[in-house]
């Protein structure tokens, strides 16, 4: 791949930031005492957390996006990418966690771009619309027991984020978060 190309993907994947770093540092060191056999990083972008994840356990670790760029650019990394909507293509109880660091930016449609680092970012117009519909379809993969980490700012109301999660069936708890001048970061894990 000559420069261009990767420049191109770099513009194209979101890259690690501050909400990364904490999703990565949390989930390895949730998922340390669970020794999950099986996880899914649902949106791995560049493949970031997946590869941490993979490198800290011994978990098969398994990377989804519906972004072809971000597939690619993860599977550089050595993560098995899937190309897919959410967790559209996995079979049922199929892995024993699931890691989300959602698109939870507020965007009004009209300031939509309808580009790929556009579709990374944008939660719609409450920053939730990606992750009601991740947590009305995340349970059919876990296994019983299994847990989900999913990441969520002050800027998508985390208090609405732990009602939808109820709503689908589970309870959250806030296990980690970090404070920034223009939000508060918080993963919550999530249990049925």
Known sequence: ?????????ETDVYQPAEDSHLLARTALDRLESRSPDRVLEVGTGSGYIAERLREGSDARVVGADVNPH??????ERGIDAVRA????????ASFDAVVFNP????????????????????????????????????????????????L?????DVDAVVELAGDAGFS?????????????????????
Not at 70 to 75: F, M, N, S, T
């Open 103 to 150: 698109p939870y930016l507020p965007f009004s449609a009209d300031a939509a771009r309808d580009d790929w680092m556009e579709r990374a970012l944008s939660g719609g117009e409450t920053g939730r619309a990606v992750i009601d519909r991740f947590l009305s379809r995340v349970g059919r993969v876990l296994v019983p027991d299994g847990v989900v980490l999913l």
């Open 152 to 156: 969520v700012s002050t800027l998508t």
């Open 85 to 92: 909507d959410l967790v559209s293509p996995f079979a049922r």
């Open 70 to 75: 971000a597939c690619r650019q993860a599977a």
């Open 1 to 9: 791949m000559d420069l261009a190309d990767r420049r191109g993907l």
């Open 172 to 192: 959250a708890i806030a296990v980690a978060d970090e404070s920034f001048p223009y939000e508060t970061l918080t993963v919550l894990e999530l249990h049925r």
